[in-house]
């Protein structure tokens, strides 16, 4: 998994904008909320816990087709292709970058036919 070292400036975020894209998302995943995970650190979690900024994870582990028992390097290579996103040091920031990687997501997969890995 790529994990992208990302920390949002969000001292300059209004009230108003933050409820706007905490809005967008509870629209988009109801029931969406803040979680602390172990390290302190805060995510926005769909209503039955998992985590939407990295739902491509457990996508790419469910759709995972093990041939074999030692298939594990093809699994591994999934992964890696698969951006992880880590938690924010804020709840605002949790909820600003949830926000962004929806749009993000939303534009990989529109645009995604249109490239290939080779």
Request: no cysteine.
């Amino acid at each position: 998994m790529l994990n992208t070292e990302y920390n949002m400036k969000v001292d300059n975020i209004s009230k108003e904008r933050f409820e706007k894209a905490k809005k967008k998302i509870i629209k988009k995943y109801p029931g969406a909320h803040t979680v602390m995970d172990p390290n302190g650190q805060y995510y926005v979690a769909t209503k039955n816990g998992r985590d939407i900024n990295n739902l491509q994870i457990g996508q790419t582990m469910d759709a995972y087709n093990f041939e074999y028992e030692d298939d594990l390097y093809g699994f591994n290579a999934a992964l890696n292709k698969v951006t992880m996103i880590p938690h924010s040091n804020t709840v605002v920031e949790a909820w600003l970058k949830t926000e962004v990687a929806i749009k993000s997501y939303h534009v990989v997969n529109r645009n995604s036919n249109k490239f290939s890995d080779d």
